[in-house]
């Protein structure tokens, strides 16, 4: 039942990034992992990850912790629905990709999951794994 929540906020409040991460799931190479939370997975040759609403793009070699951190911003999707891409994802892209962005995390000797939308990704990651942990279920 709590899946088909998840998919009905994800194809509905949350479709703009739906959308685009459809888009780049079936524009990009790479293999289909098992589905987690609901969420799809895919493995890519990319050296960095993504969530885009649902979708999960995980570079090589990834762990679970990143796994988490990925199904975080497909949890922040749920809940920002049409601002995820504002609020999350511009953000979230600038702090990875700008050069002055990690020129200041190497500086400063910050984590790059400091960011607001990346250490809210990791909370709510982690809240999702307790709250099923509890129920017996393992995410």
Partial sequence: MKLFFYYLLQW???LPQNLLGLAVWLACKGEAQPRFGGAAVKRW???????????LFLEEGYDRELLLHEYGHSLQSVILGP???IVIGLPSLLWATLPVARRYRRRTGLSYYWFYP???ANYLSRKAVDKAAKKGVRL
């Fill in 118 to 120: 990346e250490c809210w």
């Fill in 83 to 85: 601002l995820f891409l």
């Fill in 12 to 14: 509905t409040w949350g």
């Fill in 45 to 55: 040759r990319r050296s960095s990850s993504a969530g885009i609403g649902m979708f």
